[in-house]
């Protein structure tokens, strides 16, 4: 069984996502957090760029030799009361100085073909990670939240991004729940990311439909719109 998972973002009115061109004020940021505590999930997950602001930028390989690490997950347990911060970082480029992101324990999503020395780096830091899959351009998300649900114990997942990471979700019909800080700003930039950004998508149908859950008025003129989704992903 796989976690519930709310997709938790702050769009532009255009649904861009790229807030550090937009001058949001800090109501705004606050707004974002406060709204994402509701839920009381047991994890947040984002893509390897939207990692990368939280990481120390991206690792440069090392030709280190490390010996032949068996290609089996890496759980550190929860502490009670901790909430885990995941990344879908399948290539292992994620250069982490720390094992947790803002205070929450840290978990690597990876595929098998990731560089031996990457695990032998997240060993040495005490970051948990875990494999859904083979190779790094054919990940199972699905698989993903399975372990994470039984090796984890993550019964509720936000999903925070970037449009790659939620797209890549929405495909594959993991998404339950949109949770939108819609922000007041038109960003206007042709190829900037989206909520969702398919790859590949040339599908005759929209990706998802939902259904109206709530609108609210949300500080700093935000509306907080909450959908729950109808039909997922795999559309003609
Ligand atoms: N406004 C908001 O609420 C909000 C929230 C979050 C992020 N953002 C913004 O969104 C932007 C980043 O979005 P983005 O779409 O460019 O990137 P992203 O979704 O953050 O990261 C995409 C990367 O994650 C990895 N990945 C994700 N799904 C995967 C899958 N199914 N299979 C394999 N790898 C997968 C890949 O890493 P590799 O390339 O290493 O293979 C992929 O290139 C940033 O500007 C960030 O600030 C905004």
């Given amino acids: 069984m796989k976690p519930y998972v709310i997709c938790h973002m702050m769009p532009s009115v255009d649904g861009r996502l790229r807030a550090d061109r937009w001058d949001v004020p800090e109501a705004g940021h606050k707004e974002y957090e406060r709204t994402a505590d509701t839920y009381h999930a047991d994890a947040w997950v984002c893509g390897r760029k939207t990692m ?55 978990i690597e999503i990876l595929t098998e073909d990731v560089p031996d020395s990457y695990l032998a780096f ?20 699905a698989l993903a939240l399975e372990k994470l649900r039984t090796k984890f114990g993550v019964k509720k997942l936000m999903l925070e991004g970037g449009g790659e990471t939620n797209g890549s979700f929405l495909r594959e019909g993991l998404v339950d729940e949109l949770s939108l800080l819609l922000t007041p700003v038109a960003d206007g930039q042709p190829g900037e990311p989206a909520l969702f950004d398919v790859e ?11 259904r109206l859950k709530s609108v609210r008025r949300a500080a700093a003129d935000m509306l907080w719109i909450r959908y729950s989704v109808r039909t997922n992903g795999r559309a003609d």
């Avoid at 490390?66 to 970082?89: L, N, S």
């Avoid at 590949?200 to 939902?210: E, Q, S």
Wanted: net charge positive; proline share 5%.
């Fill in 52 to 106: 990368e602001e939280f990481a120390k930028g991206r690792r440069r390989p090392k030709r280190a030799r490390t010996g032949k690490i068996p290609r089996t997950d890496y759980v550190i347990p929860r502490e009670k009361g901790k909430r885990f911060a995941i990344a879908i970082d399948t290539r292992g480029k994620l250069a982490w100085s720390d094992n947790e992101v803002e205070g929450d324990p840290l």
């Fill in 122 to 141: 997240l060993r040495e830091r005490g970051i948990s990670y875990l494999f859904a899959g083979k190779r790094a351009n054919d990940v199972d998300l």
């Fill in 200 to 210: 590949g998508a040339h599908h005759r149908k929209a990706m998802a439909k939902l």
